[in-house]
């Protein structure tokens, strides 16, 4: 579990994470693929990895507000209040890009899709590496979510950094929202 992430392993998963590299660890309902969400190279390392199309965005998932909000416009002081609605938990918001997104991240949208994650693997992940992470199911396009960290190095071999943990209850990957429109989107 993360809980037992040594120094050792953090060191490592900190290092890949500047080299552009990408981690699987494990989120609310699978394990997740992530990269740093201002790295331009592991973002394609991610679309390359799991055959995606560019024009589709990732999400991207933080302890808290602080390690999102440099990826989000800024919000008023009712919006900021009403995340607390919605967060910690397993329900990702679509909220205006600031822009300084870059298009990898956000895809062909104007709003970037964020979640303040409920999963205490993952938010201890964010805080002990100090960001968010981008965070899209670990699979290949078209194909079942990864459940193990095992799954994902079979099927990733050492393009990824595999990190020990659990996933969480959830059959089902987050719920989204247009926050604008309370719209669900999945």
Known sequence: MLRTLGPSLLQHARARLARGGVLAYPTESCFGLGCHPASATGLRRILALKRRPMHKGMIVVGADWAQLAPYVAPLNREQQARLADYWPGP????????????????????????????HPETARLCRLLGSALVSTSANLAGQCALKTGRACQQTFGHAVSVLPGHIGKRRKPSTIIDFATGRVLR
């Open 91 to 118: 329900v990702t918001l679509l909220l205006p890009a600031s822009r300084r997104v870059l298009p990898l991240l956000r895809g062909r949208h104007r709003k970037l899709a964020v979640r303040i994650t409920a």
